[in-house]
């Protein structure tokens, strides 16, 4: 079994879920999950785990995203994209200077009312769900962050721009809402994400392409080992005397490393005596124990 992350590029009509499964049916392993649902509509970078690996899957979706995207202005649908109903169309009166205000308006903090065609739920039903009965319901404000915002190109009515932000930022909604301030509507017609994390776009490999390079037994060149995902993170080795302790899981004690590290760091990457990665830990300065926070046992040899 492979364990490790592809940096996956989903292609326009796959929704997150069928390229599990594609991936699944290439490797013929089933332990394989993503990190971050991306529309059928949208492309771009999507870093898929395998094996231990699919305990990253929670914090790869808290990382920050940057995405790609062309606004159209003087329309808004039921989905917020080109892909909906129309729900109104107006004539597009605004000037470039007016578009790059309202845009660049949104940077930093802003309170977003999530689309009801998303997979959020309320009272346990998904909101696309009740969207596709007929049903509206009111949805709270969630706090999101926009780090960068950039305008690329404007050709009124499209408007192309660049957009970092922070986990829950829903690129669909911030189309209508820069649509609603500039007084005209707008949705979001593509999306490109093109970079999560330390996953960039140019690094990423379509489906077939991973076909190919399993085909050719080179794919392991291009699965990330588990313990790169934390290297900004300084690496302990634990004493051979006690490799059993974090064979099991279990917290540890700061004279039972090694080396010294500082107890000032927020994370720490654990490796046993013989250099197998096992998991992220966080140390506590008063008891100078350190507690596991993602345990892998599986990872790669130093």
Wanted: net charge negative; proline share 4%; with cysteine.
């Amino acid at each position: 079994m492979a364990d490790g992350i592809v940096n996956v590029y989903k292609e326009k009509g796959f929704t997150s879920h069928d390229v599990v499964a594609k991936m699944r049916g290439i490797l013929k392993q089933k332990k394989i999950g993503h990190t971050g649902t991306l529309d059928p509509m949208a492309e771009g970078v999507l870093p898929v785990c395998l094996g231990n690996a699919t305990k990253l899957c929670d914090m790869l979706t808290d990382r920050t995203k940057t995405y790609e995207a062309v606004l159209l202005l003087g329309m808004e649908t039921d989905t917020q994209d080109t892909t909906g109903a129309v729900l109104s169309q107006s004539e597009v009166h605004v000037n470039e200077d007016q578009v790059r205000e309202a845009v660049l308006s949104f940077l930093g903090h802003y309170d977003q009312i999530p689309p009801m065609y998303s997979a959020l739920k309320v009272d346990g039903k998904k909101l696309y769900e009740l969207a596709r009965a007929g049903k509206e319901v009111e949805r709270k404000a969630r706090p999101v962050e926009i780090l960068e915002i950039r305008v690329d190109k404007i050709d009124l009515p499209r408007v192309t721009m660049t957009v970092t932000c922070s986990k829950g930022t829903y690129i669909r909604t911030l189309c209508y809402d820069i649509g609603r301030k500039l007084g005209c509507g707008g949705c979001m017609q593509s999306l490109l994400r093109t970079r999560v994390s330390g996953f960039c776009l140019e690094d990423s490999l379509t489906l077939k392409q991973i076909e190919e390079l399993r085909d050719e037994g080179t794919l392991g060149n291009h699965i990330l080992p588990i313990d790169d995902v934390f290297s900004g993170h300084p690496a302990v080795f634990m004493k051979p005397d006690f490799d059993k302790l974090v064979h099991n899981g279990n917290p540890f004690y700061l004279n039972q490393l090694q080396d010294e590290v500082s107890l000032e760091e927020e994370l720490v990457r654990v490796y046993d005596s013989g250099r197998q990665f096992i998991g992220v830990y966080c140390p506590d300065r008063e008891t100078k124990l350190f507690k596991p926070q993602k345990v892998f046992l599986g990872g790669r040899e130093r």
